[in-house]
T-cell receptor, first 114, second 112 residues
């Protein structure tokens, strides 16, 4: 099956700085890559996603980039704010026999210091 | 927010007892999933459903069973709970295969 690796496991930044979280995947057939934000006591919330026919996608302060050749994708958060503090998960999936099931990275605890 | 309700939100029970967790959705989505979340392991898929009465196993299905008799409800059962099943359980839904999944707020289950 698919194997998704996520780094770093913890990340601390000063408010206003940028934060970057990186993930690699093993299955070249994977074609959908979502990112989730999880706050304490809550379920993961989808914040942005990208498909393999696109190299980059932006939504305000959040962007995701995908390098299919290298099989890695990254989450970029600019102008970080204390409310960005949370655990972030990357995931990968593909169509077919796995019925689009998501394979998750182990998460990154992001702390934004005021 | 996606209309997903998990119940109960918290439960403490003893080893060997049966436990059923419920996921209820109001989105009429075809796909439903059960995950467990443990420190150091992220989210792992237990079982999923691609329609009423259509279910399949995920990567950590041992000790769990599921049922889906209606589109809106997906039940996860631990037939005889063990301490290793202490975890936070999340339900997710998606409109179709390879589409965004949306999560409920989870059930924290402690087995003593």
């Amino acid at each position: 099956g698919e194997n998704v690796e996520q780094h770093p496991s913890t990340l601390s930044v000063q408010e206003g700085d940028s934060a970057v979280i990186k993930c690699t995947y093993s299955d070249s057939a994977s074609n959908y890559f979502p990112w989730y934000k999880q706050e304490l006591g809550k379920g993961p919330q989808l914040i942005i996603d990208i498909r393999s026919n696109v190299g980059e996608k932006k939504d305000q302060r959040i962007a995701v980039t995908l390098n299919k050749t290298a099989k890695h994708f990254s989450l970029h958060i600019t102008e970080t704010q204390p409310e960005d503090s949370a655990v972030y998960f990357c995931a990968a999936s593909k169509k077919g026999s796995t019925l689009g099931r998501l394979y998750f990275g182990r998460g990154t605890q992001l702390t934004v210091w005021p | 927010d996606a209309g997903i309700t998990q119940s109960p939100r918290h439960k403490v029970t003893e080893t060997g007892t049966p436990v059923t967790l419920r996921c209820h959705q109001t989105e009429n989505h075809r796909y439903m999933y059960w995950y467990r979340q443990d420190p150091g392991h992220g989210l792992r898929l237990i079982h999923y459903s691609y329609g009423v009465k259509d279910t399949d196993k995920g990567e950590v299905s041992d000790g769990y069973s599921v049922s889906r008799s209606k589109t809106e409800d997906f039940l996860l059962t631990l037939e005889s709970a063990t301490s290793s099943q202490t975890s936070v359980y999340f339900c997710a839904i998606s409109e179709s295969e390879n589409q965004p999944q949306h999560f409920g707020d989870g059930t924290r289950l402690s087995i003593l």
